[in-house]
């Protein structure tokens, strides 16, 4: 199975999952606000706009609009220039109204920073900062360069410098974090998804690991007579055949074929299931799955897992075999059976070595301990067991050795 990772994918990625249809929708109810608004300005509040201009602002966005609508297909998706186009077309477009309606006198313009939140969705980094930067440039020159709002009247409608200046203050920040928190989200985003497809094709390649397994077990078992009576008949024949030596290599020849069919069948059986990346496991979560089943049986399991010597974080990686498994999974089972309340499952590793203790607070041995190197005691009667945290016994300790 290959690895799966946001850098395995090439740059600019994230933007081919954008139709251009998306765009378009957004695109339509932006001309639907801003012309809302030039009407409102002009009808209610009595604004003397540059309205012939604004509406041919507004018609060239419709225009555009109307093009990607019956010239290009619905399920269009747009590659990384495609979308970087698209936005600095909205945010020019967005620009030149607000040049002809005030500048930063106006209040619609913090509507600049729309188009930066998009691309930091849907662009690359580095489009992102440049679509940043044109916002910035943007604002910084309808600061000087911009139509004033005026009424019917003739009066100039304009805020103080110092508010104006807040404004640009304002939405340069507000460019600078939105697309830097924005970008931080979308990346999250794009690196569980891909971490749950990475997980999805991990189980998918296991369960038909699983299925061919089984279904090659089947055959085994179905195809084993046959091919024992096909080897022992050949057998027979070659025995007979002996003073003919052409028909005897040929029942030779049906014997090896027949234990040819034999091998391939377990080698079926084997193929897929040394794949690493679900045979091993860190050591404590070995452990950790052996003990599971026992976790909700009345008694406390604590673990406590460390290092001697070694950074307590590089823990080691072991093989999964069923039978370490099974093996620890039975020892965990004794301990819980016969403790009164904890159950410690303490795990120590140095170097190469590898120490597995597991202690109960049960009644113990009724021998001595083998602690020292002696005969390990044989287990009696619960009554009579010695082996736990409140015994003044000697515990016995119990040095694994597993495959790493």
């Not at 740059?11 to 030039?38: D, E, F, V, Y």
């Not at 604004?54 to 619905?74: D, K």
């Not at 179905?222 to 290599?249: F, N, Q, V």
């Amino acid at each position: 199975m290959s690895d799966i990772s946001p850098d395995s994918f090439p740059p600019g990625h994230g933007s081919n999952w954008i139709r251009l249809r998306t765009l378009t929708l957004l695109r339509w109810w932006a001309i639907a606000g801003q012309a809302s608004a030039l009407v409102v300005a002009e009808r209610v509040f009595r604004l003397d706009l540059e309205i012939g201009l604004c509406f041919l602002v507004l018609g060239v966005s419709v225009a555009s609009n109307l093009v990607a609508t019956f010239v290009f297909s619905e399920t269009k998706r747009l590659a990384e220039q495609d979308a970087l186009l698209v936005v600095l077309f909205d945010m020019l477009q967005l620009g030149l109204l607000l040049y002809l309606t005030g500048g930063m006198n106006n209040p619609f313009s913090i509507l600049i920073v729309g188009p930066v939140t998009v691309s930091a969705s849907v662009l690359s980094g580095r489009s992102t900062m440049f679509v940043g930067v044109m916002a910035i440039v943007i604002v910084t020159l309808l600061m000087q360069f911009h139509l004033h709002l005026r009424t019917v009247a003739g009066e100039v409608l304009r805020v103080p410098d110092i508010f104006r200046f807040g404004n640009w203050v304002a939405i340069v920040i507000a460019v600078v974090f939105l697309g830097v928190y924005s970008r931080r989200v979308v990346q999250e985003m794009r690196t569980m998804s891909d971490a749950l497809q990475a997980t999805q094709m991990a189980l998918a390649r296991e369960q038909k690991l699983t299925d061919l397994g089984g279904v090659v077990a089947a055959a085994a078992h179905e195809l084993g007579t046959p091919l024992a009576t096909i080897k022992l008949t050949s057998a027979e024949l070659a025995d007979d055949l002996e003073d003919r030596p052409d028909l005897r290599e040929d029942a030779l020849l049906i014997r090896d074929q027949a234990d040819r069919c034999r091998d391939i069948l377990r080698s079926m059986g084997r193929a897929g299931k040394d794949d690493l990346h679900l045979r091993r496991a860190p050591l404590t979560a070995l452990v950790e799955e052996a003990a599971e089943p026992h976790v909700d049986r009345g008694k406390r399991i604590r673990f406590l897992h460390g290092a001697d010597g070694d950074d307590p974080t590089r823990q080691p990686t072991v093989l999964r075999r069923p039978e370490i498994i099974h093996g620890l999974r039975n020892l965990i089972q004794n301990a819980v059976d016969f403790a009164r309340e904890t159950v410690i499952v303490e795990t120590r590793w140095s170097g190469g070595r590898i120490t597995l203790r597991i202690m109960d607070d049960g009644r113990g041995w009724a021998s001595p301990s083998c602690a020292a190197g002696g005969p390990r005691p044989t287990r009696t009667a619960p009554a009579t067991r010695a082996w736990g945290l409140a015994s003044s016994s000697p515990r016995p300790c119990w040095n694994a050795r597993v495959p790493t």
